[in-house]
Nanobody, 123 residues
Framework: QVQLVESGGGLVQAGGSLRLSCAAS????????MGWFRRAPGKEREFVGG???????YYSDSVKGRFSISRDKDKNTMYLQMNNLKPDDTAVYYC?????????????????WGQGTQVTVSS
């Protein structure tokens, strides 16, 4: 079993930055992939980006060039650095872990989820 806890959300003005953290605990193997998703009001949960065991990262087109994912394996923590935030980035952000290897940009590929953290970007 894997437990995930997100933190770092909040209110920020457009153009600002935030860094989200995802602390993982439990039985996590180095081959697992991790990802970030978000759900904006009235919309479906969508993929933001992911990181694989070799620290390869990949992103959705909507955040590419503005967001970056990293992780500290010693701390079992993944980060989402968000720069140049836009009001459209307002959403609840979730981290997730997938047992399957390889790039995964859909919800069904992930086995464990955090509870989410709210990010609000004001114009």
């Amino acid at each position: 079993q894997v437990q995930l806890v997100e933190s770092g959300g909040g209110l920020v003005q457009a153009g600002g930055s935030l860094r989200l953290s995802c602390a993982a605990s439990g039985r996590i193997f180095s081959s697992y992939g991790m990802g970030w998703f978000r759900r904006a009001p009235g919309k479906e949960r969508e993929f933001v980006g992911g990181i694989l065991s070799g620290d390869w990262t990949y992103y959705s087109d909507s955040v590419k060039g503005r967001f970056s994912i990293s992780r500290d394996k010693d701390k079992n923590t993944m980060y989402l650095q968000m720069n140049n935030l836009k009001p459209d980035d307002t959403a609840v952000y979730y981290c997730a872990v997938a047992r399957a290897s390889g790039e995964r940009n859909y919800r069904g590929a992930y086995d464990w989820w955090g509870q989410g953290t709210q990010v609000t970007v004001s114009s």
